[in-house]
């Protein structure tokens, strides 16, 4: 990453006549486009930049350099499970055996890649104690929104129309909430204890026969384990509820809990985030959706059926009659599940039991190295992740955004911050297993640093960053007249 | 401290309103608009537009956070602030001065229900 | 626990451990309520090493055959330049998250920003959002946006002539989410006029969505539609493929108030169904309706040009359960793949393939009609690159034979309709095998009669 600013935009390298391409001569002109009725065709071409390939490859280059990444540095997002994606991964998943296949080609012409689609959802079933997975939907938030769609089909499948309810914790990531609006569903909030978890005397008035179900994310987002789950899940069953896991912070429970096991019947799963896919800078994803026994009749079409006979297999694509219906277009994110899959295969079943162990002792590692600098608000043992409340010093005004813009001076990427909601300043933190203990003790150091410079120079952290490309944007004016296509940045003069 | 003004209805979710004969003129708080930070853009009802007390009849929104707007009264609405169009920071500037919509209330009774100046100041904790 | 993706030696985890005040792993989980612990074993393989897990993938992909490809239906085999592969693979695109940080993000801000800004030049939209999952959840977001706009009506109209993958997952989205589907009717292989007519002006209309180019190719005339459904107050909802709308008239031009559809004929690899990219594009006065996350310019303290994630408390993370969508993220490394083919392809490029498309498909339709057993589905309607044809052949048998030649014979889209498409990827020489299988089976067929 480079300290400079590389600012052009593709339009702007643009000269009228250059090219970037080149493509066959068309054997076929005689049968020329402009027979089609000028009424259906443009009239004038689309503003695309002209440009050569040379300036293409810098341009995206030089952009690129702009740019933090896992592989670049530390990249404690909590939540997001920033861990390091493997090149195996990309290699397979370029393969132009499965990179080449039109999604309707006939099964007898795909079975490789039906299998690579069948096998990665057995795997996360057994990895996660449900039944069976689809890996249809195309990112976690999909996911959410699909798995609740099970939830509403199974209800309705018993004639029980009057459950439109679902119950979320405080505590929960804006995301749920949303979901369940998509999906036709009322939001109650349950609040959490004082420790972070959820308050089952708050939870009890609230469970009633409108209750479709409860999503929890468990460790929730505050890295503590839900230790009342089984009660709660018991409590949510008797009154007909369906207990969705939210799979957000599925990566210290890899080795050591699974979901299936502790009361959950539909749950979705981030291979971007446990399965070591890369983000992309925020996609494509990939939100596979289990269900326990019973409920793999509603999950979406189209499914992969494996069929034995004798010593052979073969898959076929085929629709549920009781499946919610569709959600994509096609498979899913075909692409994602390659890389997904081959981690699996990279790490096997004897290592992936420390995958959770390993980002929990990080975790709680950073928390116990920090704990002196920093206000922790909930102390114990922690999974995968942990909250500060900001400083624990705040006297000089320095607040936890003027921390997280400091620590990109130091080459590290900032944890997620003002997230949860039940903290002021909060600062979330994970570290995933990946991290070498050099790695976490360079950040630890940096941390104490940017602690006492908020003491001793607190400006130079209230106006950080200082050697990034750019410095603190003005977010005000972005909301304020958006400016989003280059059109409209010509006509502003930005 | 935030300003607040004797003589207006204020309800739970801070927004006020100014009687004037039959119209009532709706705003969010000077409390509301320091708690959203500097407000980004208003989004307002169309003339004609019914509203009904306790309902949504639009929101505001800040680079962090977005409020929806709750009507304290039924009505209909005669006219929105066209000003907040091209400057919503105006709330910022002065909230009470700078009303979102205008309405002709439908039932007078309902102002019976909101809190008086006194009421919210102690609602807010100030 | 030696494994080269934990970095942890016998000496960091006895120094770590004793940090953190605890004597082994397991001790993190002793606020687990032990009769919770998996115990058991995965059903999983042992570890891999990478040469294994070469040898396997390479097994498998054994199993598959890369067909020489005249199928489209909603994925389209394009050329795509070497540059692009080679690009998104750089690992500061690829590693990096959502660009929440601006100022070590710029990268990825950046290329949004100009993703977006083609997107818009393309459909000839005022704006863009910094795309979706694919086509089809496209287009039911934008069922959704429409019924949000509307606020009290619940009905959205929708062609017949939609691709019906999206169709289903519009279906799905309105199903849950409480809206009212009416399709409307196909005439001749384009959307009836009198049953929109009829439909659009019932009163609880908040959208109507319609296609360009439609499932079977044909390039529909929508004059006057947008104004029929602007005077109903619903929403005109275009779903494009993007490719094509390098020539074709843009949903701008016919008034169209959302512009969606899928990017992945902008040179994405068919992938065996995704990764692809879906587009959502609208009118500055609805910008704030629009679902996903927006990059907009602004400066930094210094004064710098800066592109930051703008609108988000329209969100999800903010608004909650009173969020425009529950979308989280967008596809961000395939807009990458887009706004890099569109740089090198530019506007001559985009011709260009549609150009070709277009000669090869003319030129196989003609083909095959001239072989007495095929006529086209909808004669005098326009198309681009992709038509359906009509036959009295056994389309299964037919198709096998070519599989067994290595050629994706369209998709059959009913028993006696088989929907091709051809574009720039196919040589003439290429199309000429089709047609001489096609002539064979034909002679086979009248042999056996």
Redesign the interface.
């Given at each position: 990453?480079n300290n400079t600013?590389?600012?052009s935009?593709?339009?702007e390298l643009?000269r009228e006549g250059?090219?970037?391409?080149s493509?066959?001569a068309?054997?076929?002109?005689?049968?020329?486009?402009d027979a089609?009725?000028a009424?259906?065709?443009?009239?004038q071409?689309?503003?695309?930049?002209?440009?050569d390939?040379l300036s293409?490859?810098r341009?995206?280059?030089n952009?690129?350099?702009?740019?933090?990444?896992?592989?670049?540095g530390f990249?404690p997002?909590g939540s997001?499970t920033?861990k390091?994606?493997?090149k195996?991964n990309?290699?397979?998943c370029?393969?132009?055996?499965?990179?080449?296949?039109?999604?309707?080609?006939?099964p007898?012409?795909?079975?490789?890649?039906l299998?690579?689609y069948y096998e990665l959802q057995?795997?996360l079933a057994?990895?996660a104690?449900m039944k069976e997975f689809t890996l249809n939907p195309?990112?976690?938030?999909?996911g959410?929104?699909t798995g609740?769609?099970v939830m509403?089909s199974y209800h309705a499948s018993r004639g029980d129309d009057k459950r439109t309810k679902v119950i979320v914790p405080d505590s929960a990531?804006?995301?749920n909430?949303?979901?369940?609006?998509?999906?036709?569903l009322d939001?109650v909030v349950v609040k959490s204890r004082p420790d972070g978890t959820v308050d089952v005397d708050d939870l009890r008035p609230l469970l009633d026969d409108t209750i479709a179900g409860m999503m929890m994310t468990n460790p929730n987002t505050l890295g503590i384990?839900e230790?009342s789950?089984?009660e709660i899940a018991k409590l949510v069953h008797d009154c007909g509820g369906l207990m969705y896991y939210d799979g957000a912070n599925l990566n210290p429970m890899l080795?050591?809990?699974?979901p299936g096991?502790?009361g959950f019947d539909i749950m979705h799963i981030n291979l971007h985030k446990t399965f070591s896919t890369?983000?992309?800078?925020?996609?494509?994803?990939s939100g596979p959706v289990g269900v326990r026994e019973g409920l793999e009749q509603f999950l979406?079409?189209p499914r992969v059926i494996r069929h034995d006979e004798d010593d052979s297999h073969y898959y076929t694509v085929e629709n549920g009659v009781n499946s919610?219906?569709?959600?994509?277009?096609?498979?899913?994110?075909?692409?994602?599940m390659?890389r997904a899959y081959?981690y699996?295969?990279?790490?096997?079943?004897?290592?992936?039991?420390?995958v959770g162990?390993?980002a929990?002792?990080?975790a709680?590692?950073v928390k116990?190295?920090l704990k002196d600098s920093f206000e922790l608000p909930i102390g114990?043992?922690c999974?995968h992740e942990f909250v500060f409340d900001g400083l624990k010093d705040k006297s000089t005004g320095v607040t936890t955004l003027d921390v997280?813009?400091r620590l990109?001076d130091f080459g590290f990427?900032?944890p997620?911050i003002y997230?949860p909601l039940l903290f002021h300043e909060a600062l979330m933190i994970e570290p995933t297993?990946?991290?070498?203990?050099e790695t976490l003790d360079a950040f630890i150091d940096v941390m104490h640093r940017i602690a006492k410079e908020a003491h001793d120079e607190p400006e130079m952290v209230k106006t950080a960053?200082h050697n990034?490309?750019?410095?603190?944007?003005?977010?005000?004016?972005?909301?304020?007249k958006?400016?989003?296509?280059?059109?409209?940045?010509k006509e502003?003069n930005? | 401290m935030s300003k607040i003004i004797d003589g207006l209805y204020y309800c739970e979710s801070h927004e006020y309103v100014r009687v004037d004969g039959e119209f009532g003129y709706i705003g969010i708080t000077d409390y509301a608009q320091h708690e959203l930070g500097n407000v980004v853009y208003v989004d307002m009802p169309e003339v004609d537009d019914e509203v009904t007390a306790g309902e949504e009849f639009g929101a505001v929104e800040s680079v962090k956070a977005a409020s929806d707007l709750n009507s304290p009264v039924s009505g209909t609405v005669v006219e929105v602030n066209e000003a907040l169009e091209d400057e919503p920071g105006l709330i910022n500037k002065d909230a009470f001065e700078n009303w979102i919509i205008k309405v002709q209330m439908s039932d007078a009774s309902e102002l019976e229900g909101l809190m008086d100046a006194a009421a919210y100041k102690a609602f807010i904790g100030e | 626990m030696t494994h080269k993706f934990f970095p942890h030696t016998p000496e960091d985890l006895k120094a770590m451990l004793a940090r953190c005040g605890e004597n082994t792993l397991d001790d993190f989980y002793k606020d687990v309520p032990q009769e919770l612990l998996f115990k058991g074993d995965y059903d999983l393989p042992n570890a891999m090493s990478e040469l294994e897990v070469r040898r396997y993938f390479e097994e498998l992909g054994s199993y598959n055959e890369v067909m020489t490809c005249f199928a489209g239906a909603g994925c389209y085999d394009h050329y795509s330049p070497a540059v692009i592969n080679n690009i998104i693979e750089r690992s500061e695109f690829l590693t990096s998250y959502t660009p929440y940080q601006a100022e070590i993000s710029q990268g990825t801000l950046q290329y949004i920003f100009e993703y977006q800004s083609m997107m818009a030049e393309l459909t000839g939209m005022e704006v863009s959002n910094a795309s979706m999952y694919d086509g089809a959840t496209a287009t039911a977001e934008a069922m959704m946006m429409a019924i949000a706009n509307a606020k009290k009506r619940n009905t959205v109209l929708v062609s017949s002539t939609l691709n019906p993958r999206v169709v289903e997952v519009v279906k799905t989205y309105a199903h849950f989410h409480g809206v009212n589907i009416v399709m409307i009717d196909e005439k001749d292989g384009v959307t009836c006029r009198a049953d929109f007519e009829a439909k659009v002006a019932c009163g609880d209309v908040a959208g109507v969505i319609v296609a360009s180019p439609n499932y079977y190719g044909i390039l529909e005339d929508y004059t006057g539609w947008a104004d029929l459904c602007h005077d109903n107050k619903a929403l005109l909802i275009m779903n494009c493929v993007a490719s094509a709308l390098g020539v074709i008239k843009t949903p701008a031009e016919w008034g169209a108030d959302i512009a969606v559809g899928d990017g992945q004929s902008l040179g994405l690899p068919m992938n065996f169904g995704g990764p692809y990219v879906g587009f959502l594009c609208t009118s500055k006065k609805l910008i704030r309706k629009m679902p996903g996350r927006i990059v907009g310019a602004t400066r930094d303290v210094d004064g710098k040009r800066t592109f930051v994630l703008t609108l988000q408390a329209r969100e999800q993370h903010i608004r909650r359960e009173k969020a425009t969508s529950n979308i989280c993220s967008n596809e961000s490394l395939m807009a990458l793949y887009v706004t890099i083919y569109l740089a090198l392809m530019g506007k001559q490029g985009l011709r260009e393939v549609n150009e070709m498309g277009y000669s090869g498909a003319h030129y196989l339709a003609e083909k095959l009609v001239e072989t007495g057993k095929f006529a086209l589905a909808f004669p005098d309607k326009p198309f681009l690159n992709e038509f359906a044809l009509t036959t009295s052949l056994n389309i299964d048998a037919l198709q096998d034979m070519c599989m067994s030649m290595g050629i994706q014979a369209g998709v059959k889209i009913a028993d006696d309709k088989l929907l091709l498409c051809v574009t720039e990827a196919r040589s003439k020489a290429e199309i000429d095998a089709l047609i001489e299988n096609v002539q064979y089976f034909i002679e086979k067929e009248e042999e056996n009669q």
């Open positions: 990453m600013y590389y600012g935009l593709i339009f643009s250059r090219r970037g391409y493509l066959p068309n054997e076929l002109k005689q049968y020329g486009m089609l009725p009424q259906l065709c443009r009239e071409a689309p503003g695309l930049p002209e440009v390939e293409v490859v341009h995206y280059t952009m690129s350099n702009n740019n933090f990444g896992v592989d670049t990249y997002l997001c920033m390091y994606n493997p195996i990309e290699e397979m370029n393969l132009p055996a499965f990179t080449g296949l039109h999604p309707l080609q006939d007898d012409t795909v079975q490789g890649a299998e690579v057995r795997s057994t990895l104690g195309f990112a976690g938030a999909h959410e929104l609740l769609m509403r990531h804006g995301t909430p949303a979901s369940a609006a998509v999906c036709g939001v384990f230790h789950i089984a080795g050591k809990v699974r096991d502790i890369p983000h992309g800078g925020g996609g494509p994803g979406p079409n919610l219906g569709s959600i994509s277009g096609f498979l899913g994110n075909f692409g994602v390659m081959t699996i295969l990279t790490l096997g079943k004897e290592n992936v039991k420390n162990p390993l929990t002792l990080n709680n590692y116990e190295s114990g043992v999974k997280a813009k990109l990427h900032a997620t997230f297993e990946n991290e070498s203990r960053p990034t490309p750019v410095s603190r944007p003005d977010d005000a004016q972005a909301a304020l958006p400016i989003v296509t280059y059109r409209e940045l502003e930005v | - | -």
